[in-house]
Structures are given as structure tokens and as C-alpha cells.
């Protein structure tokens, strides 16, 4: 809970820092609409912005660099955005904010004069700041420049070009809660279509506020971990306790005797597993703060990126007093059942000196495992049934935790092209996709120094095509080279790659569910018939309708032989000067992106994200064994005078040791059995709905999953019987049997 705590406090000043402050926004309302809604008793502050020609598809320049066009009030600049990152903000009509890649695009400083070119004329205007809003839509490139300035320079601009205004209105609310009420009022009292509204969708998701369903799907993920986290406390805790009533049946039998009711023992029950709190919680605690921080420290300065602001000593009084009150309410929950089972001993029990707990048998157990030691300790593991349940259903749930949790590593990181083999550190693209990029500039890109591989691709849209595929008139075509050719192995989902490559009538596709197209389909391009002979999970550009194919087999059926992009990847030995060079070979109709720190952001989040699932996993994992530990140690000592009545009758410690480890191991395996199926299960349903709808990739047998899982049960089974068996060898067997 602490570290949720810290976890959720960080993105959530991250995510203020790069989608602003505002709850909702509102597009084609008036201007009194909004001082209206501004009005409002719970609504903080509205401010107003608009963007013009984000895309670069218009013709509007800045220096010799395409301009991306934003007008705001000062609220919005102030109080709603995070807009500024070095100087000040513009104020007069003159004055215009730049991003921060101006500095290398433009070459320009605070102070210094720009000129913006439009259709319609130019304007000049002094640079007062550098800006940070939509970093990630600038960093990294010199083609494109964000330029602020004030309202009505916007307007003024905008007019003189004819182009009409439509400010988009931006509303910050008191909190998460009130803005998600607010929004349906709003909606209705003025009319406005699903179009017209819309939430900041990354604040009101960490508020726990967002009506996105995506984000209501990850909430729902969120709950299930929840109550999956807590039923392995309570079943871990129940099992515990009832091993600890099981020793005491005679004591309990007792207090029937002097007058107890069962009422009152099942609060007597209930109270002494709440006094366990006094000790278990603060512990608890301490142990949460001190893996908290190791976590947080390992994602402070170990990962970095955007988890350098995480705070690594941090106190969380919210995150306490949640795993506080989660820790009592786990405690109170599985004290119910041993309470339960305490209240119903017989006083009989008491009475005749009877505290055997086990069960009646009406049957005589048939089991025939060899030595009689081995049965006796699958019979102690099963006599108690609800024992055994409980167990068995600790053991299952951390193994259906850790083959489910392993399918959503495996999810993210498909949703995160960057982490391909073949992610380049900086590209080169033309206009719109234009096929503007020769294979020479590509040779060129080469021969610099510090660059270890270089690829091509072109990409051509809505081509006609007819195949034999019903519904299917027109297809993406994208071409390969080697390289990426040579990189697709890796996402191959289905048929041979190796017919691809050079002039040739194989082609093949991304395999996903907005793509109709199959292996084994026939399309005609161009008057030429092509048959798909593979699929790949993922590609370089658009999935739907998707068709790749090599560099030459492209030539043949367009006629086009230029790359709409090139990708360049860098060796250890490149530095600033490796994308100096390789930028100044970028002419005027060319983007230019590096895009190294991006990646390196992703790997970083991606990377935190492993982090944070295998060590919750590993804690859930210990917490697990030291369950099989304690309760094979308490059931042991609950049947101590049986085993010293087997010594005195001639058993060795080397049989009862033998006992023990049947008994462990029945635990062991019935967990594997239904863990393992149902997790294997679980765990091909999360597969074939994220992963193979989405990607295309097929589920297979998680082998290496599973013996892991082996492995580890094994492990469970040697550290459970160890110190039992030790303290069998050890006891006196006179003083055992002489025991109450």
C-alpha cells in the first residue's frame, strides 16, 4: 500500500506535468458558455486554447523549419498547463514561447527575433521563453517548431489567413469526483454531443474518476488483483490459525467445560487473532516501508527516467493506514472459519483427555504408496479436508498469479514498438510517407562513423488490389529491406519468411484483428498476383489491410524505388557528432527524429513494470512458503505425541522424516495440480484475448513457466521438512509421550 501510495502520487504529478491540469475540455462553445460554466461553485479555472497545423501539412514556417501554430489565455498558460520550461511566458501580441528543440532547429535564444512565414504574409515576433507542454511531440526532431503566443496574436494571424477560430475550453474542477459529475450535467444543460466533451482522461484515470473504458477495464484488473492479493492473505492466515486451533482442541474443550459458549469462544478466537495485529501489523509495516524504499530507490536510481522524481524515503500517512486497516480486515477474515471450528470442540474432548484432531473415519484409506510412512503423511495431509483446502488453495493462487501476470509482461510489451530489435535511434521521413529518401542517402547514412545498421521502407496507401479474400478492394503496401526482413523473424506467428526476400511473388502480413488478410491468400497488385506467405505479429506501419513485401518486389509492382523512411541505428561508439552528420544530410522536405531518449524512456517504463510484477511476485512467492513451512512445522508439533509413540515402537527418525516429507509434498502436489491447470488456463484465455486477437501471436505451453513452478515447489517441499524433521530427531521420546 505504501508504495501503491508513492507509486500513484508520482505519476500523477508526472502526468501533470505533461497533460496539464484540467479535468475536462470542451470544444465549439461560446465564449459566455464558458464564463458560465467558469461561474460554477466547484469549478477552479477555465482557460482557453487552440492549435493550428500540428500535422506540418499546411504551409507555415518559422525560420526555414515547419510551425506548429497554439493560441492561449494566460490561465491556461499559467495555471492549467505546465507549459513553460525556461524564461517567461509570452504577454503582448509580439511576444511567442517556443519549444525547447527550437534551440537546435532554429538555433535561436531567449531575446532573439523569429519570423513567421504564412500564406498570407509574415510577422515577426521576440522569443521570451522555451516551453515543455507536448515534449514528447518535439523532442527529438528539427522539422517541426511549437510556437505559443497570446490569444489575440493567434486570432489576428488566423485571420489574415481566412481561416475561421474553434478555441477549445478547458475546465479544472475542485477534484476528479466533482468534474465526473459535472460532466454529464454539463453535457445535457448545453446540449452537446459525445464530441464536444472530453475528459483529461490521464488525470481523472489516476483519481479513479475516468469514464474511459479502457481505463475502467484496468480499474477492474486493479479490483481482481485486490481481492486475489487479499484471499491469498486470508487463506495463509486462515490455514495458520486453524493449524493453531487444531493443537488446542483440549483447551478449548475446557472452557465448554467451565461455561463457555460457543459465541464466546469464536470471539475469544477473533480477539486473540486481532491482539496478533498489535505485533503483526507494525512489523508489517516496517517490512512494507523497507521493500518500499529498496523498490522505489532501485526505480530512483537504478531506472531513472520518469521514475527520477519518484520519492525513495517517502511516507505515505494514506498508504499506512490502508495496509493498516487491509491487514485487520485480513485478520478478522480468516479468523472466521478456525473461529468457527474452535466453537463446535466437544467438552468430551476435555473431559476424556482426547485432543486427537483427527478426523472420524468411516472408511479405511486404500492408498498404496510402497512404505507405510509415505501413506501415514499423504493421510495427515488429507484427513483434515478443510486443512487441505486451504493449503492447496495458497499454493494454486501463487501460481495462477505468476503464469497470468507473465501474459500481461508480455502484452505491454508488445504495446511498445521501441522494445523491437529493430527500433532505430533516429529516422529520416518524407512529408506525408513521400518517397523522398534514395538508396544512396542510405549508403551515405552508412559510412558515418558510429552508425552499426541502416534500413529502408516505403510505404504507399489505399492501393487497389483485388484478392481472394471476400471484402478486400485495396491493400497498405509496405516495402522491407534486408534488414527489417532479417527482424521480422522474431515476431513471425505464421508460415516461412525466407521466400520474401528479393524479386518475388511472396509477400506477407501482420496477423491482428483489423486485418482480414490471412497466409495463404492470392492478391492482385498491379496486374500482378502475389500469395501471402507468412504473417508477423507486428510491423512498421498501419496493421489494417497490410501487405509487405521486399524492397525489390516493391520496385516491380509500383515503380517506385526511393524510401519513404530510413531508420539508423547507432553503435556504442557514436556520439553528437554521428547526428550532426547524419541531420545535415536531412534537406527541407525531409522530418527528422531522433529518437534515442524516447526509447530509452520505454525501455525504462517497461523495464520498471518487470520490476515491480516479478518482485510482487517474489513476495507472494516467500509469503507462500513460509505458509507450507509454518503449517507443516504446526501440524507436526499437533501430532508430536503420535511421532514419539511411533519411535518408542521402533520407527527411525528417518521414516517419520520420510512422513513429513509425504505430507509436504501432498500439499505440493495437489497445489501443482490445480494451480498449475487452472493457472495454464487463465493464462491461455489472457493470451488469446490480448495477445493473439491483437498481435496474432499463438499460445503455446508455457514450459519454461512451469518449471520454474517445479523447481520452486520442489525448494518448498526441502525447506518445509527441514526443521520439523530436525526437531523429531532431536526430541525425547519419553517426555513426548508423557504429554498431555
Known sequence: MLFRSMFIRTK??????????????????????????????????VGWSEAFNTDADQPYYIGEKRAALY??????????????????????????????????????????SVTIRTPAGTANFTVTGFGSDDREDYQGQTYLVAVSMTRSAFASLMEQNGISLNPTCYVQFQNASKASGAMTEIKELYDLSEENISENTAIMGTAGQSSNESVKNIYGLAAILFVLVLLAGVLMISGSMNSNVAQRTKFFGMMRCIGASRRQIIRYVRLEALNWCKTAVPVGLLFGM??????????????????????VLALSPVGLGSGALVGIVTVLMAAQSPARRASKVSPMAAVSGNADTTPFVRHTMRLNLGRVEKTLGVHHAIASKKNWFLMTASFSLSIILFLCFTVGL??????????????????????????????????????????????????????????????VDHVNLTSYSDYLLDRAEESLVHGDLSEIYG?????????????????????????????????????????????????????????????????????????????KQISSLAESNVIFEDQRESNRQDRATYLA?????????????????????????????????????MRAVGMDAKQLTRMIAAEALTYSVSGLVIGGSTGIALSRFLHIRLLTQYFGTPWSLPVELLAIIIVFSIVAVVAAVHAPAKRIRNMEITATINEL
Request: glycine share 8%; with cysteine.
Open 12 to 45: 500523477s504529478e508526472e502526468l501533470q506535468k505533461k497533460h496539464g491540469k484540467y479535468h475536462i475540455q470542451l470544444e465549439n462553445i461560446s465564449q459566455s458558455i464558458g464564463e458560465e460554466i467558469g461561474s460554477r461553485l466547484d469549478v477552479v479555472a
Open 71 to 112: 493560441g492561449a489565455d494566460s490561465i491556461y498558460l499559467h495555471q492549467l498547463s505546465n507549459t513553460l520550461a525556461e524564461g517567461e511566458l509570452p504577454q503582448r501580441d509580439n511576444e511567442v514561447m517556443l519549444s525547447a528543440n527550437a534551440k537546435l532547429a532554429l538555433e535561436v535564444q531567449i531575446g532573439d
Open 290 to 311: 523497507a521493500i518500499s524504499w529498496s523498490v522505489c530507490a532501485v526505480l530512483h536510481y537504478g531506472i531513472g527516467g520518469e521514475f527520477q522524481t519518484i520519492p
Open 410 to 471: 508480455d502484452f505491454a510489451h508488445a504495446l511498445v514498438p521501441s522494445l523491437r530489435s529493430w527500433q532505430p535511434d533516429i529516422t529520416l521521413t518524407g512529408y506525408a510517407n513521400e518517397p523522398v529518401l534514395s538508396q544512396s542517402l542510405s549508403d551515405t547514412i552508412s559510412s558515418v562513423s558510429g552508425v552499426e545498421h541502416v534500413f529502408g521502407s516505403t510505404y504507399r496507401q489505399n492501393v487497389s488490389a483485388a484478392s481472394s479474400r471476400q471484402g
Open 503 to 579: 524479386d518475388s511473388n511472396q509477400v506477407m502480413t501482420v496477423s491482428n484483428k483489423d486485418n482480414p488478410l490471412q497466409v495463404g491468400d492470392t492478391i492482385q497488385i498491379a496486374g500482378e498476383e502475389v500469395v501471402i506467405a507468412c504473417a508477423v505479429s507486428d510491423g512498421l506501419y498501419s496493421s489494417e489491410y497490410s501487405v509487405i513485401c521486399s524492397q525489390e518486389t516493391f520496385a516491380r509492382l509500383t515503380g517506385e524505388r526511393n524510401y519513404s523512411m530510413i531508420g539508423v541505428q547507432f553503435g556504442k561508439d557514436a556520439s553528437d557528432d554521428t547526428v
Open 609 to 645: 513494470s518487470v520490476f515491480i510484477v516479478y518482485s510482487f511476485l517474489v513476495i507472494i512467492a516467500m509469503i507462500t512458503l513460509f505458509n507450507i513451512v509454518n503449517s507443516i512445522s504446526m501440524s507436526v508439533t499437533a501430532r508430536m505425541k503420535q511421532y514419539g509413540a
